[in-house]
T-cell receptor, first 110, second 111 residues
Framework: QQPVQSPQAVILREGEDAVINCSSSKALYSVHWYRQKHGEAPVFLMILLKGGEQKGHEKISASFNEKKQQSSLYLTASQLSYSGTYFC???????????FGAGTQVVVTP | DAGITQSPRHKVTETGTPVTLRCHQTENHRYMYWYRQDPGHGLRLIHYSYGVKDTDKGEVSDGYSVSRSKTEDFLLTLESATSSQTSVYFCAIKGQTYEQYFGPGTRLTVT
């Protein structure tokens, strides 16, 4: 059962913030976040292992609530380059058998 | 880009014909994966490999087989292509800290 992402889409102006959520019904070993631009391959952003850690990548950060099996991706002071579709990928163990959410389309406008 | 290439990049084939897609990596990664991506479904795991000749099924493996005779090559075969297998296929490898890096993708159309 694939994780559930919300919202499905978000439109931002440059400089605005956004949060993308990812929720799973299974116990998780890790949560991955990827960004994909149209016609390109997904690009790895960050991984969060169970333990509730938070990570950051430029002005993009994420958290993982192990008890609730939920992760959130935070886009801070968004830039035009942040446009794309964001996917969370979850796995119950360390074998890399990721299950991906349906994606959240982010559009950042000038 | 983790040294991953896929071939062919685009292919159009007819229903019922066999098709083989190739994933090639140059950095000796142990774990390799095949995903398909369809609108509304995100990416779904087809098969994966955890070493030479060691493979296992993913969540959408019906109609697909894989082989890995060398560390650097992971082949995905559609024995008899169907229209439902029209998709974009991505190969990925697992890095040292569990992240995955994707190849450029193969766009397959089955007519």
């Amino acid at each position: 059962q694939q994780p559930v992402q919300s919202p499905q889409a978000v439109i931002l102006r440059e400089g605005e913030d956004a949060v993308i959520n990812c929720s799973s019904s299974k116990a998780l070993y890790s949560v991955h976040w990827y960004r994909q631009k149209h016609g390109e391959a997904p690009v790895f952003l960050m991984i969060l292992l169970k333990g509730g850690e938070q990570k950051g990548h430029e002005k993009i950060s994420a958290s993982f609530n192990e008890k609730k099996q939920q992760s959130s991706l935070y886009l801070t002071a968004s830039q035009l380059s942040y446009s794309g579709t964001y996917f969370c990928g979850t796995e119950p163990d360390s074998w890399g058998k990721l299950q991906f959410g349906a994606g959240t389309q982010v559009v950042v406008t000038p | 880009d983790a040294g991953i290439t896929q071939s062919p990049r685009h292919k159009v084939t007819e229903t019922g014909t066999p098709v083989t897609l190739r994933c090639h990596q140059t950095e000796n990664h142990r774990y390799m994966y095949w995903y398909r991506q369809d609108p509304g479904h995100g990416l779904r795991l087809i098969h994966y490999s955890y070493g030479v000749k060691d493979t296992d099924k993913g969540e959408v493996s019906d109609g697909y087989s894989v082989s890995r005779s060398k560390t650097e090559d992971f082949l995905l075969t559609l024995e008899s292509a169907t229209s439902s297998q029209t998709s974009v296929y991505f190969c990925a490898i697992k890095g040292q800290t569990y992240e995955q890096y994707f190849g450029p993708g193969t766009r397959l159309t089955v007519t």
